[in-house]
């Protein structure tokens, strides 16, 4: 039996995934015979009108959700065969999430904002505070690591919020309209900041998105309508 190396594995695969919301004649088919591959290191742009399914995809990818036919796979592993414990567990360690609107703690500093999700998971203090200096850092936001959030920048908080879903090392990062609730100049700034990190780490990114800007530069644009993937 030949032993695939993990990294040799798709971040994701799809097969004929299907999700359902309700029962009868009320319920809503939201998507509909997904198949997808997401390589590593790549940066996808899932573009769509809203309502199409972009936002139930990412969740279904990201193990938040389940779906109601098909199997999702991440890393070789089916998501359907973890519990939610494990589930979580592999969110945790596995996978970085940015959302529009950050999602920060407002009572809680920068530096705390990223420290949450290693002290979730267990790590040993003092490299814990290396590795939230460290997505600081490269984020630009060290000199900030004690300021609450509410006193930065949209874009300054959308780049702690990048910090956050970095810090953890994770392979996968899925980003639903990062720079939507962003101005013009401040999104394309974020979206470079995403770029280098992917260039430079080899991080792969799935992006939902509106923004021109994203799809312009995304190695891969995705389609969707009507909870159906669109082969162009």
């Known amino acids: ?8 594995l798709p971040i994701v695969r799809l097969g004929q995934v299907e999700k359902r919301y309700g029962k009868g004649e009320g319920s809503v088919h939201a998507l509909q015979a997904i198949d997808l591959v997401v390589e590593r290191g790549e940066f996808a742009a899932l573009v769509g009108q809203s309502g199409s399914g972009k936002s139930t995809l990412l969740n279904l990818i990201g193990g938040i ?6 199997r999702v796979h991440f890393l070789g ?6 519990n ?4 979580a567990q592999l969110r945790a360690q596995e996978i970085g999430f940015i959302f529009q609107f950050f999602n920060l703690l407002p009572v809680l500093s920068v530096f705390d904002n990223v420290y949450y999700p290693l002290m979730l998971n267990g790590y040993k203090k003092e490299q ?3 590795q939230v200096m460290q997505a600081l850092e490269r984020v630009g936001l060290e000199k900030h690591a004690m300021r609450p959030p509410l006193e930065l920048s949209g874009g300054q908080q959308q780049r702690v919020a990048i910090a956050r879903a970095l810090v953890k090392k994770p392979a996968l990062v899925i980003a639903d309209e990062p720079t939507g609730n962003l101005d013009s100049e401040t999104g394309r700034s974020v979206l470079e900041l995403m770029q280098e990190i992917n260039r430079e780490n080899g991080t792969t990114f799935i992006i939902s998105t509106h923004a021109d800007s994203v799809r312009d530069v995304a190695s891969r644009v995705i389609r969707i309508a009507d909870g159906k993937l669109q082969h162009v």
């Not at 959700?65 to 098909?70: I, M």
């Not at 592993?77 to 973890?82: F, R, S, T, Y």
């Open 1 to 8: 039996m030949q032993i695939v190396n993990a990294t040799q």
């Open 128 to 130: 814990a505070r290396r």
């Open 84 to 87: 939610d414990r494990e589930l």
């Open 65 to 70: 959700d389940k779906p109601s036919g098909g």
């Open 77 to 82: 592993q089916d998501l359907a065969e973890l």
